[in-house]
């Protein structure tokens, strides 16, 4: 009985915090993408700074070792978009050799090179996704540790715990798919990748459930690793796209819509713990 319930829990809060997440970011707030960008970066900043880490540090993990955690994470993520990075220009190039040749049997140089341009300027959008999958994947896996140990407490405490990872997920899936979406066409392809990851919340509660004493542990050292990767992605892959020269009204919504993006996790997250 206790195993269902933390299964429907963590499904709950790890899947339902994504489709809720989309509703808002895809519908009422889907024309605002700039603003969404800026959002984005608050809501993964202060899901780092303002809960995970804050969490973290209260536990008996030394901080040496959480800083050095949270400094090999940040290297780690930085590689891994040069990976990506590194894959796309592979791709890049193998097509600047189609085009190269397709130009020497058609003679049509000027309109390919157009095209090629274009295709380049694809492939330059940011590279941030993988980071914010593998941060996420291991931030929701932490959420149903956390979950699976609230419901072999109590059965009541698991369901305030359930609800309260789905309210502060949301303003944080927001700039999760906002990130995801600016990296690919799709929104479909986007919520399916982040919703895969909110599944991973049902596999931490399912391992929780079996190893809750063994992995009490190792909590401190998921929730650096997924703040590393919420903060390399807001510093490196959305705050250089906000830095362009802008109106003072524009630079003005920029900066409230950051603000708001910080404010709602900071307050959502504070409401969690007040319960």
Sequence with gaps: MTLIAILMGTLAAGIGSVWLAAALSFGALGRYTQHMLSLAAGALMATAFMHLLPEAFESQAGARDLFLVLLV???FFFLLDKAELWHHGHEHHHHAADVGSADHDHGHGAHDHH???????ATNRPAGAW????GDSVHCFGDGVLIASAFMADMRLGVIASLAVLAHE????????VVLRAGTASRR????????AGAVTAIGGF?????????????PFFLVVASSSFIYV???DLIPQLQKRLSARETTA???WLLAGIALVTLVSGLAHAH
């Design 189 to 196: 392809a986007a919520l399916t990748k982040v919703s895969l």
């Design 254 to 256: 920029q900066i409230a």
């Design 73 to 75: 994470g940040l290297v």
């Design 170 to 177: 949301v303003p944080h899936h927001m700039g999760d798919l």
């Design 207 to 219: 391992t929780g459930y079996w190893l809750v004493d063994q992995l009490q542990d190792y909590l």
């Design 115 to 121: 095209h090629h341009g274009h295709a380049h300027a």
């Design 131 to 134: 980071a914010v999958l593998a």
């Design 234 to 236: 807001a510093l490196a």
